[in-house]
């Protein structure tokens, strides 16, 4: 029995009979003192709780309600309803143990898909880890069994914990916050939550957002109609639209504009948006998973990202261990680079030895799986030899280390513009820190978005 506590009579009927014909048994309550009554009698499936019961509009009271909720049934997940002015005492309410939070005027739909994923989340939480007396590579042989997780390489236990996270949350739409270092492989995993989703069959669209400026934030994202704008020449279909039906993938949103971040907020929490020079509302249906290499809970303490966003993309949080925590998977994984290596070079008989891989094993490695690959295929490329030994990794990564100590001198004037020079520098760069863009843009003084920018300007190709 789900509960429904509103003061509005409208309201309440209108839930309750949304609730009954998506097969949701449900009673209504018009006042604080009725619900704690039906919780402690008997705690509720689900509570749709108002903020507001009195003519006081502050919301405090809903604050007050939510607090007595939890105090009486901490198990019974909490939906709290609220309009726009009032989002902050929503998120508010997320830090005291709501669910979630839906603004008014609600969509039906999208209603029942919060309900139906606030209820698989807490109904079925993730399962703890596997007792360590079984083997880590037998408990991936398991997971593998059931879900779909290729290209993921490792027997690492935080893995396989993450590997667990990703089976129990793809069955859900709830929204997936994958934290990590650069180079750690959020992308694989957000992929993975996709390909074992109900959504596997639709599109799974990227967004770097870290490459968009607030000034093409609407366009890019919502799309464009012919002469929305001054050099709208086409329509343009918005990376949103591709991504209906399906899932999309918000990588690098910790490097969002405040600007673009209301924006984003709005259709995340509306499921609606518009395209520029059309303004007929448009609708969603959508998995949303974000991704980011910075402290996102640290940059909301800054004022640099928005609260409220933050919780509507952290329902669930996922975090990648970076490889230094789990060394013993470094094997593994030159393995498996190597494998990919003799498919490409059509070298059959190339192999690492012993020696090798217990050197790599003892590297830091602060690109992670990204500089391992990177480091490895150099290693190839620059030997050719057939079988790998510790100096032929040991003398790529000293080349590497060197590089910018030993690179050519500036062009003499007049035989290289600003431009080419600028876009050498870039790849040098890239190629000196083995691809890992936050310590580039650091390097060359410019922030990730001003990176991503001149990357799309000079057409280097890159993978954040």
């Known amino acids: 029995m789900f509960l429904i506590v509103d003061d509005d009579l409208a309201i309440r009927t209108s839930l309750k009979l949304l609730l009954k014909q ?53 198990q019974v997940p909490v939906i709290l309803i609220t309009g726009w002015g009032s989002i902050a005492l929503a998120v508010e309410g997320m830090k005291a143990g709501a669910a979630e939070f839906v603004t008014k005027p609600w969509h039906n739909d999208s209603l029942l898909q ?7 989340v807490h109904e079925h939480p993730a399962e703890p880890a596997a007792e360590p007396t079984e083997a880590p590579a037998r408990q991936r042989r398991q997971l593998d069994q059931q879900f779909a997780f290729r290209d993921i390489i490792g027997h690492d236990a935080q893995l396989l914990h993450v590997l667990r996270q990703v089976g129990q949350v793809a069955a859900t739409d709830a929204a997936v916050l994958i934290e990590g270092e650069s180079g750690t492989g959020k992308e694989l995993i957000a992929e993975a939550i996709h390909r074992n989703s109900p959504r596997r069959n ?15 934030f609407e366009s890019e994202m919502f799309g464009h109609r012919r002469g929305a704008f001054t050099d709208a020449k086409t329509d343009r279909v918005g990376r949103f639209e591709l991504a209906n039906g399906g899932t999309i993938f918000l990588d690098e949103i910790g490097e969002l504009e405040l600007a673009s971040q209301v924006k984003l907020l709005r259709v995340l929490q509306d499921r609606t948006y518009e395209v520029l020079g059309d303004s007929k509302p448009r609708r969603l249906d959508i998995r949303v998973i974000a991704a980011t290499n910075r402290n996102l809970a640290e940059m909301v303490q800054q004022g640099r990202f ?15 261990p970076a490889l230094r925590e789990r060394a013993a998977d470094i094997p593994l994984l030159a393995q498996h680079f190597l494998d990919q290596l003799r498919a490409t070079y059509q070298r059959p008989a190339l192999r690492v030895s012993t020696r090798a891989l217990h050197w790599l094993r003892e590297q830091a490695l602060p690109g992670n799986i990204r500089e391992l690959k990177n480091l490895v295929e150099r290693a190839v490329l620059v030997s050719g030899k057939e079988e790998l030994g510790p100096e032929d990794f040991q003398a790529n990564a000293m080349k590497s280390l060197s590089h910018s100590v030993t690179q050519s001198p500036l062009p003499a004037p007049g035989t290289m513009t600003l431009d080419e020079l600028e876009a050498q520098m870039i790849r040098q760069s890239l190629a000196h820190y083995d691809g890992n863009i936050s310590r580039v ?13 001149r990357f799309e300007k000079h057409g280097i190709p890159y993978d954040a």
């Open 202 to 216: 639709q599109a799974f669209v990227k967004v770097n957002l870290g490459g968009i400026s607030s000034s093409l």
């Open 22 to 74: 998506a097969g949701y048994p449900a009673q209504a309550v018009a006042t604080p003192a009725e619900a704690l009554a039906v919780v402690r009698k008997a705690p509720p499936r689900l509570v749709l709780m108002d903020m507001n019961f009195s003519l006081d509009t502050s919301g405090h009271d809903g604050l007050a309600l939510l607090a007595q909720v939890k105090a009486v049934a901490p």
């Open 306 to 320: 928005r609260e409220d966003l933050f919780y509507r993309i952290n329902l669930i949080s996922v975090r990648l």
């Open 441 to 453: 843009a650091k390097a060359l003084g410019l922030s990730r978005g001003a990176l991503y920018r």
């Open 114 to 120: 919060t309900i139906r994923t606030v209820l698989a």
